[in-house]
């Protein structure tokens, strides 16, 4: 005790005397046992108390906005007692206002709320006995608002002998709420240094010290101005005559402190600035260094991600459990990091099918895990943003960060910084030893869910390796029937547009086509970006041409995977000139309205499609009597090719391509994916 005590204390100065004699007084009374609690939003409640007090100073109304701070400051609880919080402010103020208000001068009387406080930690003090304050100085001017309209108001204050009329002390209060804001300045200093994880970092230990020597100071005299406050309010109570001196020498006794906490927040608010400052360096290139080199395990670097202020960082949105990093051991580890408003709906819900929902998923289950990470678009969160994480961590079929507002500010900068998080959503890997793997998986995960496992650049590298442009690669899991339909090997065209006239003539030629004994079947996948107008197209279709497939919500979805497909082949670095699959999914994504719409021809197996648009396609139906015998020998889309000379012969080509045979795949004509010729088949056995 005397050795920790000593670092604190400054013999060497003079004029610091009173403070090392006041330090050693204060670490008598300091006893802390573990006991925690949300300084800040105790704070902020107390602050709410403070404006709403005051006529003057409330804000416009929210009613949703106030119930959900209500409900947030009804569910703080202190770690480490079994004295409910509001037990424990009911006690800090009785103290304050009947034992301590009338025994000893001010500094007795604070160090005996002092050791009241001596199991807390210091932001933890402050915050409490500030509450203390707040509700004594709450229920005073909830009664002064309510009298003379309420009567239950009247005959409290006829009680408890208040003053009927408080306009001669306006200047007291005016001071008063000077002090009460001073406090609060140095109180949020006090709890933006406790929270610092100096702890687990090599700082300098002489900067350290001092700040600490300005906590302590700074602790006392928010607590010994409480207590004058709580004086203040205690002497209105049965006050007989309101004397303009007895005033005024209160305000100036009020305004003495305000000066003296101020010059306080001044010289405290430069120490943990620069604290903070060293704190966030050290810290990112901490982050740095552990996420380039392989660890054990992934503990140590999702600690210092998340649990630097609390044991339990996590929480199961789905049993609302609090959890520890631990339970990420072993596992790799998805984060999602995103605005507090995560994705559009649609999209959410793509990425929850592909994740908690894909059938793949049940043979990976307790092999990796998502947490949602959400970053505010600000330094402060809004209520909006809160409101929407609370909505969203309480529904989603993962984990995610308990209390995002509390992340380090080092945290934040290198998730912007090193993985480049901008405004849209990223998925960043860790594996089992907490290297990271990718440093954006989104788009991989929306293409091909778990069979993505383990998320790693390496393993979407080889899935592009077993792909080409296919159906199953354009609409895999999107609808089940389609997917049977491409097992089943059927004829299958995919068409868009937002033009009903397009749309009816198109039709109309099919249904055409069809009666000649042509089986295909139809799926209407809208536009990039469907509007209302694709609904109404949608209802159309269904009354005048044909069953729609796809519903609006899954049309969304369709075109979420294509603009997947072309951002990971981006990400990869493929470009579209020897790229034939960017080059495809670029042409649809890219599709003008003024084009008239498009359509894509093929099937399951062979894996080969073909895409027609505007005047080509029409052009290629109404030539389908002079092509039209030629499907039974060549397919559908080998058909097509040869009516508009896209393959430059019949004959088999002299490409080798090698095509795995696997259990229940249909036969026949397999197209050359170079030049999209015919190929000879041969089997071979190994």
């Known amino acids: 005790m005397n050795s920790l005590l000593a670092q604190y204390l400054r013999p060497h100065s003079t004029s610091s005397m009173q403070d090392d004699v006041l330090i050693k007084e204060l670490f008598l009374s300091h006893?802390?046992?573990?006991?925690?609690?949300?300084?800040?939003?105790?704070?902020?409640?107390m602050e709410n108390i403070m404006c709403y007090a005051t006529a003057s100073e409330v804000p416009v109304s929210d009613e949703h906005g106030d119930a959900f701070a209500m409900n947030k400051a009804s569910n703080i609880k202190v770690v480490g007692s079994q004295e409910p919080l509001g037990h424990t402010i009911c006690k800090i103020a009785?103290?304050?206002?009947?034992?301590?208000?009338?025994?000893?001068?001010?500094?007795?009387?604070?160090?005996?709320?002092?050791?009241?406080?001596?199991?807390?930690?210091?932001?933890?003090?402050?915050?409490?006995?500030l509450a203390a304050f707040a509700t004594s100085y709450g229920e005073f001017w909830l009664i002064m608002q309510l009298y003379p309209r309420n009567l239950l108001a009247v005959s409290v204050a006829m009680l408890k002998q208040l003053p009927c009329n408080v306009s001669m002390l306006k200047p007291r209060f005016k001071a008063l709420s000077l002090l009460v804001k001073a406090m609060v300045e140095v109180t949020k200093c006090i709890i933006e240094f406790e929270g610092l994880p100096i702890a687990h970092l090599m700082m300098d230990k002489e900067m350290i010290s001092t700040t600490k020597s300005h906590i302590f100071i700074a602790a006392y005299w928010v607590i010994r101005s409480s207590l004058n406050c709580s004086s203040h309010i205690n002497d209105l109570i049965a006050m007989k005559s309101e004397n303009p001196n007895s005033n005024a020498i209160a305000?100036?006794?009020?305004?003495?402190?305000?000066?003296?906490?101020?010059?306080?927040?001044?010289?405290?608010?430069?120490?943990?600035?620069?604290?903070?400052?060293?704190?966030?360096?050290?810290?990112?290139?901490?982050?740095?260094?552990?996420?380039?080199?392989?660890q054990i395990d992934?503990?140590?670097?999702?600690?210092?991600?998340?649990?630097?202020?609390?044991?339990?960082?996590?929480?199961?949105?789905?049993?609302?459990?609090?959890?520890?990093?631990?339970?990420?051991?072993?596992?790799?580890?998805?984060?999602?990091?995103?605005?507090?408003?995560?994705?559009?709906?649609?999209?959410?819900?793509?990425?929850?099918?592909?994740?908690?929902?894909?059938p793949h998923n049940k043979n990976l289950e307790g092999s990796y895990k998502i947490v949602w990470v959400p970053i505010s678009s600000s330094e402060t969160w809004t209520d909006v943003e809160e409101r929407n994480f609370e909505l969203f961590s309480c529904s989603l079929p993962w984990y995610s960060v308990r209390q995002p507002q509390l992340l380090n500010s080092a945290v934040v900068n290198l998730i912007k910084q090193e993985w480049n998080f901008k405004e849209e959503p990223i998925m960043v890997v860790l594996d089992s030893q907490g290297m990271v793997t990718n440093s954006n998986a989104l788009d991989m995960v929306l293409i091909w869910g778990t069979r993505g496992y383990p998320f790693s650049v390496t393993r979407e590298i080889e899935l592009w390796q077993e792909e080409d442009w296919t159906l199953p690669l354009m609409i895999d899991e999107i609808h089940p029937l389609l997917n049977k339909w491409v097992q089943e090997g059927r004829n299958i065209c995919l068409y868009g547009s937002e033009n009903k006239d397009w749309i009816k003539e198109f039709n109309a030629k099919m249904m055409e086509i069809r009666r000649l004994g042509l089986q295909v079947d139809m799926v209407f996948v809208g536009v990039k970006n469907p509007s209302e107008q694709v609904r109404n197209v949608l209802a159309t279709i269904n009354q005048e041409m044909h069953t729609t497939l796809l519903s609006f919500t899954e049309i969304q979805f369709f075109w979420y995977r294509l603009e997947s497909i072309r951002k990971s082949k981006f990400r990869l670095g493929k470009v579209a000139d020897t790229d034939h699959t960017l080059r495809?999914?670029?042409?649809?994504?890219?599709?003008?309205?003024?084009?008239?719409?498009?359509?894509?021809?093929?099937?399951?197996?062979?894996?080969?499609?073909?895409?027609?648009?505007?005047?080509?396609?029409?052009?290629?139906?109404?030539?389908?009597?002079?092509?039209?015998?030629?499907?039974?020998?060549?397919?559908?889309?080998?058909?097509?090719?040869?009516?508009?000379?896209?393959?430059?012969?019949?004959?088999?080509?002299?490409?080798?391509?090698?095509?795995?045979?696997?259990?229940?795949?249909?036969?026949?004509?397999?197209?050359?994916e170079k030049c999209k010729r015919l190929l000879k088949m041969f089997v071979v056995y190994e």
């Open 31 to 45: 006893d802390p046992d573990g006991r925690r609690l949300d300084s800040e939003q105790v704070l902020r409640a």
């Open 94 to 129: 009785r103290e304050i206002l009947c034992k301590c208000s009338g025994e000893g001068d001010l500094h007795t009387r604070t160090m005996i709320v002092f050791d009241l406080v001596g199991n807390y930690r210091w932001d933890a003090k402050v915050v409490l006995v």
């Open 251 to 294: 305000a100036w006794e009020l305004s003495s402190f305000v000066s003296r906490l101020s010059s306080i927040c001044s010289h405290l608010r430069r120490q943990v600035d620069a604290c903070r400052q060293q704190t966030e360096t050290k810290l990112h290139q901490k982050l740095v260094d552990l996420l380039k080199a392989s």
């Open 298 to 358: 992934n503990q140590e670097v999702l600690h210092v991600l998340f649990a630097l202020k609390n044991d339990f960082p996590l929480k199961d949105s789905s049993t609302q459990a609090k959890l520890g990093v631990s339970e990420l051991k072993d596992k790799v580890v998805i984060l999602l990091v995103s605005k507090p408003e995560l994705l559009p709906l649609e999209k959410l819900f793509l990425l929850v099918h592909q994740t908690y929902d894909h």
């Open 584 to 672: 495809e999914v670029s042409a649809l994504l890219n599709t003008e309205d003024s084009d008239n719409g498009w359509a894509v021809f093929g099937k399951g197996w062979p894996p080969d499609i073909v895409r027609l648009q505007g005047m080509q396609l029409m052009e290629c139906l109404n030539l389908f009597p002079d092509w039209g015998g030629n499907v039974a020998r060549h397919g559908l889309v080998g058909a097509i090719r040869n009516a508009l000379g896209l393959a430059v012969s019949s004959e088999p080509c002299s490409h080798p391509n090698v095509l795995h045979y696997a259990e229940g795949s249909p036969e026949g004509i397999v197209v050359c």
